[in-house]
């Protein structure tokens, strides 16, 4: 059921079978299964994750190209709330291990906020990571095309830009070299540094070297209308004609709640076997939180796999059912 602070009281004293942290695609996709394998569990979902971006979604099998992030979501929290899972907007801001089971301590509404301690057999970590965007005075103005035509994951859209101009918006010298991975796509590539980058003359030779210019005066602005971006204007008053864009500014990774738990990371992301299992046996990373590649189908796939590997074990350790009325010698 939905939870809020007028009754998750009705939950505290339940013990989960296990408490999903993020309700992206990977998070959702091991709650149905979960509940379809008869086990209980509790997605705690802060909101506005990667997905919720996402203005559309062009490359998963079976959808129209022009379903967005959001409509997946929304149809993903009925889903597991028809199946008896609950599901509850809040920030998590710690899980510790009491041995036997998991203490999910979470913080419900940003006025008058509580503090409720939720309890699971397993955790399953699926809070994702969020894209660092050009930092403008005005930051709606950048909100207006982000998931439109100016896109964050080259895996994703790279053929969404395909023989455009492209600007790429870079947060780091290393990042630059996103520009010769997005040649593959396109050649018309202008990069961005907003003066915040300080690039070795190397760097620069490589660039003209390729022909792609090099803009290190800071943006003043996007232009476009209806979420099209159509170029930028710069600080000095110049613009540059644009037909879309890509920013490599890095990622900030949703494991803050995680860093009291002794677990094996690889930069921002968990190291998890074939199954999802995080070096802790009862706690499972999904997703892009988890070391490999950042797309939604390999979310569903990993939330999948998560939800299973968690049924497989306990049901190895239950009892089994058996059909009491048709063994031999039973009582009429």
């Not at 940003?110 to 057999?121: G, H, N, Q």
């Not at 030779?205 to 090099?214: A, M, S």
Request: net charge negative; with cysteine.
């Amino acid at each position: 059921m939905k939870l809020s602070k007028n009754n998750l009281d009705q939950r505290l004293d339940h013990l989960y079978d296990v408490i999903i942290v993020g309700g992206g695609a990977g998070g959702l996709s091991a709650a149905i299964y979960l509940q379809r394998y008869k086990l209980s569990c509790l997605v705690i979902e802060k909101g506005k994750g990667r997905s919720f971006w996402m203005q559309d979604l062009r490359n998963y099998l079976g959808l129209s190209p022009e379903t967005p992030g959001r409509e997946i979501l929304k149809h993903g929290q009925e889903h597991i709330v028809e199946l008896g899972a609950d599901h509850l907007r809040a920030y998590v801001e710690e899980v510790r291990d009491e041995g036997e089971t998991f203490a999910v301590k979470v913080k419900v509404g940003k006025a008058d906020s509580i503090y409720p301690v939720f309890r699971s057999k397993y955790v399953v970590a699926a809070s994702g990571i969020i894209d660092n965007l050009p930092h403008l005075e005005d930051m709606q103005n950048v909100y207006d095309y982000a998931g439109y035509n100016l896109h964050v994951c080259l895996i994703c859209d790279g053929y969404e830009m395909a023989d455009k101009r492209c600007g790429l918006f870079v947060g780091s010298e290393g990042a630059i070299n996103t520009a010769f991975v997005l040649n593959w796509f396109t050649p018309y590539i202008t990069v961005f540094t907003q003066g915040k980058v300080e690039v070795g003359e190397a760097m620069r030779q490589k660039l003209r070297d390729y022909g792609y210019p090099l803009i290190e005066t800071p943006i003043k602005q996007f232009l476009g209308h209806d979420h099209e971006m159509t170029g930028v204007e710069l600080e000095d008053g110049s613009t540059i004609e644009l037909e879309t864009g890509l920013v490599a500014m890095g990622s900030h990774f949703h494991n803050e709640y995680l860093q009291g738990l002794d677990l094996q990371w690889k930069g921002g992301n968990l190291v998890t076997d074939s199954m999802c299992r995080t070096s802790h046996p009862r706690l499972f990373a999904v997703g892009d939180l988890k070391e490999g590649l950042n797309q939604v189908s390999i979310a569903v796939a990993d939330g999948t796999l998560a939800a299973t590997a968690i049924w497989r074990e306990i049901r190895k350790d239950s009892a089994p059912r058996r059909w009491e009325e048709n063994l031999i010698g039973a009582v009429p």
